[in-house]
């Protein structure tokens, strides 16, 4: 339901009665031209009501007319309510204005006679109003719309929100204090038609109402008061989830952050790493196959000519002469071409030549 002031508009009372004489576009002729005329609104300071007071009773005339149902009896009580808060509201407001309150809803109550029967039937409140002021006829028009409608009040609570609960709380207030003012003056007019009437018949029946609604208007606040509070949980949980989350994401971003450049390092360096012992591996096999295969040689060399002619003694200098294959020339030749200055030239030939 929502949470405006449109739906105490739509309450019974006045869905059904004020807004329909409100509003009202209905012609006044014939019958109810005859009895517009009792009402001599020109002169009891509703001038400017006149008209639409006209197309109020040809609009009850024509719904709750001669024969028709439902009876007009209800009807009526509205129409004296709301023609009565209309005199009471004008600015033309006198002292006489409780006489024209008192005189109009004599008429009323005629009209609602039903043809034949002298009775009054409707029974209006008529007898009293001469000595009621505005309040007190405010109060007592609060209390009887309350009673109306009681049953679309409770349902308008069930369904409403925080704002619809403080709207009924403040209506609650309203007729409550109205109420009091009608026990206080019922107390002391108890020959008024109004609460000899209305009031007496229902007074025990209003008082639950009100007692009722007041148990029904706390209940619904605390309804809504834990609502608010599961609410207010609901979003702190939100707001810490969130949070964690929050946390957890920036914990991730910033080891991603530090591992990347770190693996990425890792990853340049590891080929340049592989590639560098690689070659170095290569080189050293490279070199070593050169070693091997000239040690080799010399050695097929060495075995195959000289080992019959190289003594004991000349073991030391044949190492020598092994260790320095790849280096300089060994100091026996040295020795050997010195005391030979006079011999012929000879051809320069390698050790693994010898």
């Excluded at 080189?283 to 060495?302: C, G, H, I, P, Q």
Aim: hydrophobic residues 25%; glycine residues 6%.
């Amino acid at each position: 339901m929502s949470e405006t002031g449109s739906d105490f508009d739509n309450l019974p009372s006045k869905a059904n009665y004020y807004n329909k004489f409100e509003n009202s576009q209905e012609v006044c002729t014939g019958k109810c031209e005859t009895e517009i005329v009792k009402y001599s609104l020109t002169t009891r300071g509703l001038e400017k009501h006149e008209g639409q007071i006209k197309n109020a009773l040809a609009y009850l005339h024509k719904i709750y007319g001669d024969g028709k149902t439902p009876s007009k009896s209800e009807a009526c009580h509205f129409l004296y309510y709301w023609i009565g808060e209309k005199l009471f509201g004008s600015t033309a407001q006198s002292p006489l204005t409780k006489t024209y309150v008192y005189s109009i809803c004599g008429h009323i109550n005629n009209y609602c006679t039903e043809e034949g029967n002298n009775s009054l039937v409707c029974g209006l409140p008529c007898n009293g109003q001469s000595d009621i002021n505005q309040e007190t006829f405010n109060d007592m028009k609060k209390v009887f719309d309350f009673w109306y409608d009681y049953g679309a009040i409770r349902t308008l609570l069930e369904y409403s929100g925080s704002e619809g609960i403080e709207k009924c709380k403040s209506y609650w207030q309203n007729v409550k204090a109205a109420h009091n003012k009608v026990v206080e003056h019922c107390g002391s007019h108890t020959d008024h038609d109004y609460c000899k009437n209305f009031w007496k018949p229902r007074e025990d029946q209003i008082q639950q109402q009100l007692t009722e609604f007041q148990s029904e208007l706390a209940s619904a606040q605390d309804r809504k008061k834990r609502e608010a509070q599961l609410a207010s949980l609901a979003k702190e949980e939100a707001v810490r989830s969130a949070t964690t989350t929050s946390s957890i994401s920036s914990i991730i971003g910033t080891l991603a952050a530090t591992a990347f450049p770190f693996l990425l390092y890792k990853y340049k360096l590891l080929p340049s790493w592989f590639g560098n012992n690689s070659n170095g591996r290569s080189r050293k096999k490279r070199s070593t196959a050169r070693n091997r295969d000239t040690l080799t040689e010399d050695s097929s060399t060495f075995d195959s000519t000289d080992t019959s002619t190289i003594g004991p003694t000349d073991l030391a200098e044949n190492s020598t002469v092994r260790s320095g294959v790849y280096t300089t020339p060994s100091t026996r030749q040295s020795t050997m071409n010195r005391e030979t200055n006079n011999a012929p030239a000879r051809q320069n030939i390698g050790y693994q030549n010898i």
